[in-house]
């Protein structure tokens, strides 16, 4: 590709231009405050309604506040420096999203929250859009985790390619949507699995989904742990060893995602034959009776 020959870049967020980036770093604090005060705001209704944790329990809460703190993380200065000093930081940055503030928002079961704390009017037209046929198409879990699925893996892949990875660096604006994204496939993918309602995944198909992603981003890790040569420019990799900095972000990405992925994987469907034992005990004698206990 011809941005692998590209002259030397500086990092990510030295290259953003000082007051666009303020205020896109600006817009990203009030779209999470309004996001926190419209989940408080419909939580408060809820449980005014049918009592403290109606709907959505304290945990559900405590998981969404936590998503929001995972997101503040990820920009917090620390983490911000890290991801200017090398392609590893700028990774880690990535994982928080994707692995840590994706699924505490998804476990906060917001759909319902979030409506509620919608105007009357807007409430009424995403009613509306849900009752339609592609919101009822997208309700069914096969069709929705083949949606979600196919989201994360595409964003996960499309913006970690060498010329989306550099529009990034370059400009405020697409590296607050790369991040935007992250946040909101992550968020997608897993209330498929987490949220509660008949809508959620059975274990097996949550399984099948964490697992296909899962080897998806692992695939994605692989090409930058194990490339011969460095795949992006001096200036996006760390001095002195650019190619080290590229492995150690390989495995960054790699690593914890498929742990996350997979553990929550095996807990649901460790789940979900826990139940099916429940419904089926396995002492429970299926085969029929004797002959003489039918006839006597």
């Known amino acids: 590709m011809p941005v692998l020959s590209s002259p030397a870049l500086p990092l990510a967020h030295a290259t953003a231009g000082g007051d666009a980036e303020r205020w896109w770093e600006l817009a990203g604090v009030l779209v999470l405050a309004g996001l926190a005060a419209a989940y408080g705001r419909g939580v408060q209704e809820l449980w005014r309604r049918g009592g403290r944790g109606s709907a959505v329990g304290a945990a559900r809460a ?124 992550a968020w997608l993918l897993w209330s498929a699995v987490l ?29 930058l742990t194990l490339a011969p040569a460095p795949l992006y420019p001096a200036g996006v990799l760390a001095e002195g060893d650019p190619l080290t900095d590229q492995q150690l972000a390989g495995l960054a990405m790699w690593i914890p995602m498929d742990v996350v992925d997979g553990v929550l994987a095996l807990a649901l469907f460790a789940r979900w034959l826990s139940r099916q034992e429940r419904r089926t005990p396995g002492d429970r004698e299926l085969a029929p009776p004797p002959a003489e206990e039918v006839t006597g």
């Open 195 to 223: 949220a509660p309602g008949r809508h959620r995944l059975a274990g097996p198909a949550a399984f099948l989904l964490l697992f296909a992603t899962g080897m998806a981003a692992a695939a994605l890790g692989a090409v």
């Open 62 to 185: 405590a998981a969404f506040a936590g998503g929001i703190a995972a997101v503040v993380v990820a920009q917090s200065p620390p983490v911000h420096r890290f991801a200017e000093d090398s392609f590893t930081g700028h990774m880690i940055q990535h994982m928080i999203l994707l692995v840590v503030a994706g699924p505490l928002l998804a476990a906060g079961a917001a759909g319902l929250p979030l409506s509620l704390a919608l105007p009357r009017r807007a409430r009424l037209s995403w009613s509306r859009l849900r009752a339609g046929a592609v919101g009822r198409w997208l309700r069914g879990p096969l069709h929705r985790g083949i949606v979600v699925g196919t989201s994360q893996v595409a964003v996960l892949w499309f913006w970690h390619l060498p010329a989306p990875y550099l529009s990034a660096l370059g400009h405020p604006a697409a590296h607050a949507a790369e991040h935007a994204s992250f946040v909101l496939a």
